[in-house]
């Protein structure tokens, strides 16, 4: 990214997290704060608790590598200074509130007029188009519209929100991710554009989205499961041990056995209530789970990492954020970064989301002082971006190109979820994405039961003896839209000759293989660049390639309890229930997958400029610690260790879901400041609260929450959660029902900006997929086609790619090497 200016008018999380990103790839990133600045740096945490403006954890996170001006937008000299700003940058990232944009003029129009060379990318919690395009927001209602809230958290207690604004952090991820797939269209003359992304449907797509196809074909809508993972295998849950809970997650039969092994083979195996795994997870999983509960309590927290590590099975310690920053493989592998603030003082921070080995990422200073470059930056005048290294006029006679990445050929070699997750991000915006699996090593998501019948054979859900079942999951399917497939027999010496002169011929190799088997198979990245020097190899080990824990067996859950998110879900301990830890969603997988295609997208464009390929290592711990920047401050700043907040936030009273008339059904509210408090005691028509001392500021709201939270429930008790709604959002108050997937599925806005979109599968008919979360005006992503049957491209690329003829074909095929 250098060379690249980036302009960032930006408040609190998403956009300011957005151009962190930008900036630690190289970008000038130019923040412009009102004033007062970045309310960020109003809210804590801060060290020892006392407030300042430029010891902000919040802030000093989100912004660091800028350089930061001030201006008064209420102006019409602040508004043409922020012109003047924009006419020198290539990339313009904000999430302002929707009236403020309207007031200054920043329109998509008015971008497009001015600033035609400019890529905009704009965060917002619902998006710039919809039905709620102008409603009032936080990462309450982002969690609560997205899906996610619904299934989080016990199921006789309110739904919880996702801790930490880590929907508005994953935004600012696949914002970095929309801009620099958008540098590389503007690289091939495609100009500027406006790229829309709603914080809410980036969840709603990458994360929630998985529950569409239960929903559709099962009618399961959902439901919240606690402290374990619905719809998964027994074990799956989070139990307390002797000094804290542990996390296990063991689907295979294999682990479950090692597991059983470990215990010691206990009686109860043989009981045949408790032979069937899936009745025990789905029917009494807590009678289950108290069979081995004892044994977790025996052992302390280090001792089970041990045990199950020496046994390959997949159970972690749920850590806490204090000792996320004493992990041995995380300082093994030289992960975190300190850095020196002039007010704040020196503090650990997350390491990078992603590592570029060829180009690694840099904090090259800390967050701005208010206004610290003001003088400097506005009267120094800038060069252009159509002069500088960034912007390239490209040639005047080639057509616009219509698809970002087109012209860009990835091989995927990834599996099961994140791997092949990261591959349909790239493929969606134009890259021509070759899966390579065989019948020898199918993708694990093809295998199993399907729960959709053949369009053909409705009456036959097995597909009868027609081989079907590999064709009829429709996770694979929404995984791995758009790509093509071929049939390599990894286990044979000529189908790995093939895959490396495919390697020659593409630009990246992509994989979520464990650590050593890119090397046996000659796939890694010293072996292709003899033959490739350019090529760009993306992995994605669970732990990284070095580190204590290189050779861990992990699944998303494991991720979150070893980077210390899982110690966040739950309710205040002063509430005294058991921690809840699980999200409903493959969180860290979903992570894991955009971090990488941010990286990869990140390699092509320092490729395209100087010619070199790189190894890009995408650890699914380090991606998925990487947005806990803020817990792990609060720690060091007081010396307190972090505990589940609930759906607390010490800068909003009230700030909960509410029961509403229904079946399980809430609503979200949320209070930032005195004027949404007014607003709220108006709805509710209630003259005693405005009057009421309990409540007269944010922080005796905040004392008396419980108190309020009690009042407030009393009136949304009355009402529908959609009645709630519109009330609320009349009045200027944020709010948003609790949306499970049939809620969502039945959504005007969400129906409106396409978060589910149908395709026509072969064997499936009509399906519904979810959709692309990013809205580019100029090269927008779509889901073209479906995904690919199992080899229906082996043609395509054995032939018209590699030139074999159809004799050698054939023989490869009847030596099930093409298999």
């Known amino acids: 990214m250098e060379g690249i200016r980036v302009v960032e008018w930006g408040e609190m999380v998403s956009a300011p997290f957005c151009a962190k990103l930008l900036a ?29 403006p430029e010891r902000s954890g919040l802030f000093l996170f989100a912004n660091q590598g800028k350089r930061g001006v001030t201006l008064d937008t209420d102006t019409d000299a602040g508004i043409d200074s922020l012109h003047h700003l924009l006419e020198t940058a290539d990339v313009f990232v904000e999430n302002r509130p929707y009236a403020a944009l309207a007031q200054a003029g920043i329109t998509t129009e008015a971008l497009a007029r001015r600033h035609p060379h400019l ?8 998006g710039r188009t919809g039905d709620y395009k102008q409603y009032a927001g936080y990462d309450l209602q982002v969690n609560a519209l997205s899906g996610m809230s619904f299934g989080t958290g016990h ?5 919880l929100t996702t801790p930490a604004q880590q929907a508005a952090y994953l935004a600012g991820v696949g914002g970095a991710y929309a801009a620099i797939v958008a540098l590389l269209a503007r690289d091939a003359s495609a100009g500027g554009q406006y790229i829309d992304l709603a914080d809410s449907g980036v969840i709603a797509t990458l994360l929630t989205g998985y ?16 402290n374990r993972m619905r719809l998964g295998l027994f074990p799956n849950c989070v139990l307390p041990c002797r000094d804290g809970y542990v996390c296990i997650d063991a689907p295979q039969l294999e682990q479950y056995q090692r597991f059983l092994n470990l215990l010691g083979n206990p009686d109860w195996m043989d009981n045949p209530r408790y032979r069937d795994r899936r009745a025990m997870s789905d029917q009494y999983p807590e009678e289950a789970e108290n069979l081995i509960a004892p044994w977790f309590m025996e052992h302390s927290k280090d001792e089970i990492l041990q045990l199950c590590l020496e046994n390959r099975i997949p159970c972690a310690p749920v850590l806490t954020m204090d000792e996320v920053l004493a992990s041995p493989h995380l300082q093994a592998r030289d992960w975190f970064r300190e850095v020196d603030h002039p007010q704040a003082g020196r503090y650990r921070y997350p390491g990078p989301l992603v590592r570029l080995h060829g180009s690694p990422s840099k904090i090259t200073r800390p967050a701005p002082l208010l206004g610290q470059h003001t003088t400097e930056i506005l009267n120094r005048e800038s060069p252009s971006p159509l002069t500088g290294e960034g912007w390239g006029e490209g040639d005047s006679d080639a057509q616009e190109p219509t698809i970002a990445l087109h012209g860009v050929r990835i091989l995927d070699l990834g599996s099961a979820w994140a791997g092949p997750m990261a591959g349909q991000l790239l493929a969606d915006m134009g890259a021509e994405v070759i899966k390579v699996e065989s019948r020898a090593r199918m993708d694990g998501m093809r295998l199993g039961r ?26 694979f399917h929404g995984l791995n839209r758009n790509k093509l497939s071929i049939t390599l027999n990894l286990r044979t010496r000529e189908g790995r000759d093939i895959l490396r002169r495919l390697a020659s011929v593409s630009d990246v190799v992509l994989s979520n293989f464990s650590p050593g088997v890119l090397q046996r198979l000659g796939m890694d990245y010293d072996s292709l660049q003899r033959i490739k020097p350019d090529i760009i190899v993306a992995a994605m080990p669970a732990f990284g390639d070095t580190g204590p824990l290189r050779d861990m067996v992990a699944y998303a859950p494991i991720i979150q309890a070893m980077s210390g998110m899982m110690s966040l879900v739950g309710y205040p301990p002063e509430e005294n229930e058991p921690l809840v830890g699980e999200l409903q969603a493959a969180w860290s997988d979903t992570v894991a997958a955009l971090c990488a295609a941010l990286g990869v997208v990140a390699a092509l464009r320092h490729r395209n400029r100087t010619g070199c390929g790189q190894y890009v290592e995408a650890a699914h711990l380090e991606g998925t610690a990487a947005l806990l920047g803020v817990p792990m401050l609060q720690y060091q700043m007081s010396g307190q260790v972090p505990t589940p907040p609930g759906n607390d936030d010490p800068d909003f009273a009230p700030h909960n879901n509410y029961p509403c008339a229904g079946d399980d059904a809430w609503v979200s509210i949320a209070i930032g400041d005195d004027a949404e408090w007014c607003a709220l005691a108006a709805v509710l028509a209630d003259e005693t609260l405005a009057s009421d001392a309990r409540f007269a500021d944010r922080a005796s ?5 419980r108190q309020l939270d009690e009042l407030i429930a009393n009136w949304t008790r009355t009402l529908t959660p ?12 944020a709010a948003m029902p609790v949306m499970n997937i049939a809620d969502q599925f039945a959504d005007p806005h969400l129906n409106a900006r396409e978060t589910y979109v149908e395709v026509d599968h072969p064997h499936v008919g009509a399906e519904l997929l979810y959709g692309v979360p990013w809205r580019f005006s100029a090269t927008p992503g779509a889901v073209r086609t479906p995904a690919p049957l199992l080899g229906q491209h082996n043609d395509y690329v054995l032939s018209e790619l590699m030139g074999m003829d159809s004799a050698c074909v054939a023989q490869l ?7």
């Open 119 to 126: 890529i905009t990318v704009s965060l917002s919690p619902y």
């Open 24 to 52: 630690e790839l190289g970008a000038d990133v130019i923040k412009v704060e009102p004033p007062d600045g970045d309310p960020a740096r109003r809210r804590g945490p801060y060290p020892d608790g006392v407030s300042h």
């Open 701 to 705: 709201r905040w004392r008396y929450r």
């Open 813 to 819: 095929s009847v030596a099930e090497v093409v298999h």
């Open 155 to 159: 199921v006789h207690r309110e739904p």
């Open 450 to 475: 399907p729960m959709i019948p053949p369009s053909d054979n409705g009456d036959d859900p097995a597909g009868g003896d027609r081989g079907l079942w590999p064709e009829l999951q429709p996770v």
């Open 722 to 733: 959609g009645q709630a709604t519109k009330l609320l959002q009349d009045a200027g108050v």
């Open 211 to 226: 529950h569409l196809p239960t929903f559709i074909y099962r009618g399961i809508a959902g439901s919240r499961s606690g």
